[in-house]
């Protein structure tokens, strides 16, 4: 949280040292844009209107780049790209994932930057155009169990180096990376790695309601209440009607606690928007 605040008080600083700068209107309380969570859990779409209200919104859970591999059925282990006789997978280190019995690709390409496994480490670091490990803080790291944190329009690929190709780079198979792209119906399908013995959820429907339920109360607290079957017309004298409250959704906030944080960071970042906007045009 307090990263957050921080880019909040830098963004107030910033739009006010602009003064009357054209600059000040990449600012607009119109907004078309996603949010990355605090904790890399999950990627928020949304859009909002002139008066900064949500008028479009979209919340998904991003996946660890191990889960992006053991859940896709898609991808082909036994692939052979013509031409090439080198290795696409291999064993990803037996500290490295918490499945059993999986390989990852040597190589994969997010967006235009490419990256190679390192097995010691567990991770995939960016290389450059021969496939060499970049050296510096600036070059970029993800482990097997961290998220990618891009938006849904950047493409994530498994790729092969050939050196001996004009391309050096072939791309032979996409990996979404959201729970919604990849079509995980439940996030605790074999959450506990039981077997697929534990209890299912229907992400879908219920990030649906969840959904629709802000953009109609434009905030957090009244749509949880009404998730979980408390309504603003219920007349708390009415105990009989108390009673017999149903939740629209089972264990919403034990389920869903990283989408509903999320959904926090979001309002807050869009009400310190829209106060520095209305104080830009009182201004002028």
């Known amino acids: 949280m307090k990263k957050l605040f921080s880019l909040s008080l830098f963004m107030i600083v910033l739009l006010s040292a602009c003064g009357g700068d054209a600059t000040i209107y990449n600012f607009k309380i119109r907004k078309d844009d996603y949010l990355v969570s605090e904790d890399g859990n999950i990627i928020v779409d949304y859009k909002t209107d002139e008066k900064g209200e949500l008028v479009e919104l979209n ?29 696409i997978f291999t064993q990803p280190g037996f500290l490295c994932t918490n499945y059993n019995e999986m390989v990852v690709p040597i190589n994969i390409e997010i967006g235009s930057t490419r990256f190679m496994y390192d097995r010691n480490e567990c991770e995939y670091q ?41 391309e ?13 792209m990849l079509g995980v119906y439940s996030i605790h399908i074999n959450y506990d790695l039981d077997g697929f013995d534990s209890r299912t959820t229907n992400y879908f429907n ?14 957090n607290e009244m749509a949880i209440n009404e998730v979980i079957g408390f309504s603003m017309d219920i007349n708390l004298l009415d105990f009989d009607q108390m009673a017999e409250v149903i939740p629209l959704i089972d264990d919403f906030e034990e389920d869903y606690d990283m989408e509903i944080k999320a959904v926090n960071e979001l309002i807050v970042i869009i009400s310190i928007v829209a106060i520095v906007d209305t104080d830009i045009i009182s201004d002028d």
């Open 59 to 87: 919340i998904d859970r991003l996946l660890r780049i191990e889960d992006m591999l053991y859940f896709n059925p898609l991808i082909d282990y036994e692939f052979e790209l013509e031409g090439f006789s080198g290795d």
């Open 126 to 166: 960016e290389v450059d155009r021969n496939n060499e490990f970049k050296s510096g803080s600036y070059s970029r790291k993800y482990r097997l169990d961290e998220t990618i944190d891009v938006s849904k329009e950047t493409i994530i690929s498994i790729v092969v180096f050939d050196e001996t190709s004009l």
């Open 168 to 180: 050096k780079f072939i791309d032979i198979f996409e990996l979404p990376h959201t729970a919604k």
């Open 206 to 219: 219920d990030i649906a309601f969840y959904e629709q339920l802000i953009l109609k109360h434009q905030e």
